[in-house]
């Protein structure tokens, strides 16, 4: 099926993102101009926003949306290449995301590079999840959420707190993830005339910002959870978009995931760019993905 026109708004936007990043990589900037991402979605009625000052030293944002079943909560981790991006720029794709599910959500702001490398970006998260638990809700009614490098830190995040000695969240919900850090995914060649935000060479300058130069990192499951041990893994909904440079990031995650015993939903638009959730709202494809995401969400932690 051919894509909306309503779905060739964010190809535009995207193009109208690149040609103002600017050239020396200026993090500040950058992050200005890449929260125009929210003028991708329309406001999701019904839902209340609200600061909390101190997420296990971090700041975070609540999206509430009116009737959310209560004791079960999503945790959203924004995208941007650990570089960009931010809760208030994504806060319109978390509550239609919240909304569809029937939870409130947190949306942590972690540190982000280059001025904080790993591993405090995927630190921030683990302690948001932590602190979760600590305020009373029980793993199995825990949802993380996240898109693109946010995508690659809701399947970290668990890996990391496997590790850690904390149980794992009922499920996780990863859209459009970065999963591959060593860049090996076959899409990076294959989509780069389709993809108009995501060249190769850009995502290679935010994984050395975040590996901080070091080329073995990058090879580090929890910076890279496709190489990680996946057996016993909580239940994954991922998204991937047929023009994506890391459309095969997602399905070979879903591949090595099923193979070890995981219970994994891939879905697959076709024709769709980076991300295309980020017109909730506004496009049928957005609209349907979210929709197929609740649902499954909605009968993983009985919200």
Known sequence: MAPSKESEALSDLFKVISSNFPQDGNPFVSRAVYDNVH???AECPGVAYGEEQDVAGRPALW???MGATPNKVMLFMHGGGYSFGSPNGHRKLTAHLAKACNVNALSIDYRM????PYPAPLDDCVNAYKWLLEKGYAPESIVLAGDSC??????AVPL???KRGLPLPGASVSMSPWYDLTL???SLERNKEKDVLGTKPFVDMLADRYTNG??????DPVISPLFGDLEGLNPHWISVAGHDTLLDDGIRFAEKAKKAGVEVHLAEAEGQQHVFEFLAGKAPEADESIKNIGQWVRT???A
């Open 39 to 41: 003028k991708a979605a």
């Open 63 to 65: 999206v509430r949306p």
């Open 113 to 116: 590079t280059p001025e904080f």
């Open 184 to 186: 090996s995914s076959e």
């Open 150 to 155: 946010g995508g690659g830190l809701v399947s």
């Open 160 to 162: 990391e707190a496997r």
């Open 300 to 302: 993983k932690i009985g």
């Open 214 to 219: 070091n080329a073995e990192l990058r090879k």
